[in-house]
T-cell receptor, first 113, second 117 residues
Framework: EAQVTQNPRYLITVTGKKLTVTCSQNMNHEYMSWYRQDPGLGLRQIYYSMNVEVTDKGDVPEGYKVSRKEKRNFPLILESPSPNQTSLYFC????????????FGQGTRLTVV | AQSVTQLDSQVPVFEEAPVELRCNYSSSVSVYLFWYVQYPNQGLQLLLKYLSGSTLVKGINGFEAEFNKSQTSFHLRKPSVHISDTAEYFCAVSESAGGTSYGKLTFGQGTILTVHP
């Protein structure tokens, strides 16, 4: 079954404690992205990757890092989380850069206290 | 850069009434358009998409949308809603090659549809 898997689904952490949200896809897609969803703001792109070792900033990259060492994995790293990073995070993958068909993970709800 | 505006943040409607959720976009190149639905405490589900061809697009659950290039709109409609349609709906756009936002989906702010009995 084609899918994008995020872990964990829920996470509560404290300010400043480094964390990683994992994302893995089994469709051999080249294009992957991270989005955050906040009430009234919709989803905003944090980072995206066009292939292994190729990443670029989205609209709201501050406070986040990513890496793409393997095609299937695209982890999101928060080196020093702050309360304003409390949000719902989605990972997505697509076969083409036009994103004519995006596959989304189930989301990770992060709370930073 | 592309942008998407959903004109209504909340739309209350009675069951079996028709509904229209409005979406306008801006872009300097050709676009692809999408509507996603998010049910409470769930992920995103694709309702429908416009890539090319007929401007009237039919999706799942009885929804349809019409691409209007001159008005840069992609409004979502359903002739008769059910309680189970209560959810948040997102309009999204991506650009064809040559656009400054190539490689990403840009989402609107979301419209919360509440269907009352």
């Amino acid at each position: 079954e084609a899918q994008v898997t995020q872990n964990p689904r829920y996470l509560i952490t404290v300010t400043g404690k480094k964390l990683t949200v994992t994302c893995s896809q089994n469709m051999n897609h080249e294009y992957m992205s991270w989005y955050r969803q906040d009430p009234g703001l919709g989803l905003r792109q944090i980072y995206y990757s066009m292939n292994v070792e190729v990443t670029d900033k989205g609209d709201v990259p501050e406070g986040y890092k990513v890496s793409r060492k393997e095609k299937r994995n695209f982890p999101l790293i928060l080196e020093s989380p702050s309360p304003n990073q409390t949000s719902l995070y989605f990972c997505a993958s697509s076969l083409d850069p036009e994103i004519t068909e995006a596959f989304f993970g189930q989301g990770t709800r992060l709370t930073v206290v | 850069a592309q942008s998407v505006t959903q004109l209504d943040s909340q739309v209350p409607v009675f069951e079996e009434a028709p509904v229209e959720l409005r979406c306008n976009y801006s872009s300097s190149v050709s676009v692809y358009l999408f509507w996603y639905v998010q049910y409470p405490n769930q992920g995103l589900q694709l309702l429908l998409k416009y890539l090319s061809g007929s401007t009237l697009v039919k999706g799942i659950n009885g929804f349809e949308a019409e691409f209007n290039k001159s008005q840069t709109s992609f409004h979502l409609r359903k002739p008769s809603v059910h309680i189970s349609d209560t959810a948040e709906y997102f309009c999204a756009v991506s650009e064809s090659a040559g656009g400054t936002s190539y490689g990403k989906l840009t989402f609107g702010q979301g419209t919360i549809l509440t269907v009352h009995p």
